[in-house]
């Protein structure tokens, strides 16, 4: 593993990228779906071949140890992981490296290299794993700075201390999801937080934005798993009591939970921990269409059965994720627990699903960890091994997309089961039609990442045939066009990828306008020369 290096330009591991035969194979299927004859590809600009503008920035001697200028550190830690990062790296535009890769080891770093970057007027850009996909970690930080230093946290790694009674963890914020749950596991118990980026982002990234993780229904977002926060700011250490809750007052940890790197940097949290569990169920339910599926989700949602995941998928997801060739929209329902057996609250929940129209193609599936496996069919759990094994994948298949000038985009909401069906509606039309004219045609799709009893977390995905170099221009006019159709159709700009820069514009439109003047009050006290993540949801 120690031979083993992040990809500067795209998602996850350099071996794990789509070598030249498995991205003609992509492009061969691509091809197919647009009635297109073939695809150019274009391989990302070397390494060796970036044209880094020179650091302006020189370290102090007692700073050196921690600083990197390699042109790796700089070009890997200049964008996040978003389409729009992807197209740029692929084609070697990386206007805004940062000038220095500092990777502090201890808190007393941390505070050193907030300080030198507040005596020389240099912004201080908090980086976790990098997956960011909405602009998060860029140095786009204009001409009043003298330079930028993204702060890599990832050495602050540590599960420091365990209390097994109260069954939490002191944790610091640098730890990536797999490095936090190796050493959670000889002591039976997991945070239980997996988003997708779970591989490549850190736990005080997941607090900064406000992160949504795999599991559908109770603790979906991380807020509901903090006990209390250590964050440094330029001005002071901010820490907050460690208590199962609180009624004294607005909540402290509340201002640092998704301000993305702006008010401080995030060193430790004691987080909830969860007994690892033992039992689980699945099945894969299909519903003639979405809409039909979405009333099944609702009743569940409402029904305070609380499944682990709940994903609806429609048919265009269906097809592309979980192999479902009928037309169907695919639920992929699954139940856990480390106490008891789930069998019945599974039953239940397909109960439901049949008094809403749903049809299981195969027997749901069970096991339980502590034995052998226990299965009550061979089949059953096709499509949901499937969706699983796509979920993982996507990211490094959409990196191959952007190699062949094909736009593939995701952006995510939540909405009132009231809502719904207009916001659904709505966004569908202003995408197609979008699509259509600016690309000749397209697809989007749409799934239920995460549901609550009074509504969904619906999940769009674009894919359409862009012209090389027009990539980014064609990207910005369909994220308006589906921003815009959010909104106006009673959304959010984000349910789980956090604001960024690439959603600014309409988050200052959502937020209201006195909180908007408290949160720039806060940032005066804290951060009083704006050193941190300049133009991320506040201006400097």
């Known amino acids: 593993m120690s031979d083993r290096r992040r990809s500067w330009w795209g998602w996850g591991w350099e071996d794990q990228t789509p070598d030249a035969a498995q991205t003609q194979a992509i492009a061969g299927v691509v091809a197919k779906r647009f009635g297109i004859d073939d695809f150019e590809i274009h391989p990302p600009v070397a390494l060796d071949d970036l044209d880094l503008r020179a650091p302006r920035l020189d370290p102090p001697a007692a700073l050196a140890d921690l600083c990197s ?7 890997g830690h200049t964008h996040g992981k978003s389409y729009r990062d992807i197209v740029r790296n692929v084609r070697g535009e990386l206007t805004y490296p940062p000038d220095v890769v500092a990777r502090p080891t201890t808190e007393a770093d941390v505070v050193a290299l907030l300080d030198w970057c507040a005596s020389i007027g240099a912004a201080a850009i908090p980086y976790g794993g990098g997956s960011s996909v909405v602009g998060g970690v860029e140095a786009d930080i204009g001409d009043d700075y003298a330079g930028a230093v993204s ?55 997941w607090l900064a934005t406000r992160s949504g993780g795999h599991y559908a229904s109770v603790y979906t977002h991380i807020d509901d798993l903090v006990e209390s926060m250590r964050v440094v700011t330029p001005t002071g250490i901010s820490e907050s009591r460690r208590l199962p809750g609180s009624g004294a007052g607005p909540s402290p940890d509340r201002w640092f939970l998704g301000s993305e790197g702006t008010l401080g940097i995030i060193t430790e949290a004691w987080m909830r921990l ?24 609702r009743a569940l949602s409402q029904a305070a059965l609380f499944p682990t995941n709940c994903r609806l998928l429609d048919p265009g997801e269906a097809a592309g994720s979980a192999g479902t060739t009928d037309g169907s929209a695919v639920l ?160 959010t700009i984000t349910h789980h990828h956090a604001v960024g820069r690439d959603h600014r514009r309409w988050y200052d439109r959502q937020r209201p306008d006195r909180f908007a003047s408290a949160l720039r009050a806060t940032k005066a006290d804290l951060d009083p020369e704006s050193i941190l993540n300049p133009g991320v949801l506040i201006d400097p």
Not at 288 to 294: F, H, Q, R
């Open 274 to 297: 969860q007994d690892r569990p033992v039992h689980r169920g699945s099945a894969a339910v299909h519903f003639p269409d979405l809409a039909t599926g979405a009333e099944a989700v």
């Open 332 to 491: 992929v329902l699954g139940f856990e627990s480390a106490h008891h057996q789930v069998e019945p609250w599974l039953e239940v929940a397909l109960e439901e699903c049949r008094d809403h129209g749903g049809v299981l193609p195969a027997l749901p599936r069970y096991r339980a960890d502590t034995g052998p496996a226990r299965e009550t069919a061979d089949a059953g759990s096709g499509a949901v091994e499937a969706w699983r094994n796509a979920f993982l994948r996507a990211p490094y298949g959409r990196d191959a997309l952007v190699t062949m000038s094909v736009i593939a985009e995701t952006f995510e909401t939540a909405c009132t089961w009231e809502d719904f069906g207009a916001l659904h509606e709505g966004v569908t039309r202003a995408v197609t039609d979008a699509v259509d004219e600016i690309c000749g045609g397209g697809t989007i799709s749409c799934r239920f990442t995460h549901v609550y009893p009074d509504g969904p977390a619906p999940y769009f995905t674009v894919m359409a045939p862009s012209r090389w170099g027009s990539e980014l221009t064609q990207w910005a006019e369909i994220k308006a066009a589906a921003s815009e159709a959010l909104l106006a159709n009673g959304g």
């Open 69 to 75: 200028t390699t042109p790796y550190d700089r070009a």
């Open 151 to 205: 702060i890599d946290l990832t050495a602050l790694d540590r599960v420091v201390e365990i209390d097994r009674t109260s069954r939490a963890a002191r944790i610091q914020g640098g730890a990536l999801g797999p490095v936090l749950e190796d050493q959670l596991r000889p002591h039976g118990l997991t945070l239980r937080h997996f988003p997708q980026s779970f591989e490549f982002s850190t736990l005080g990234g």
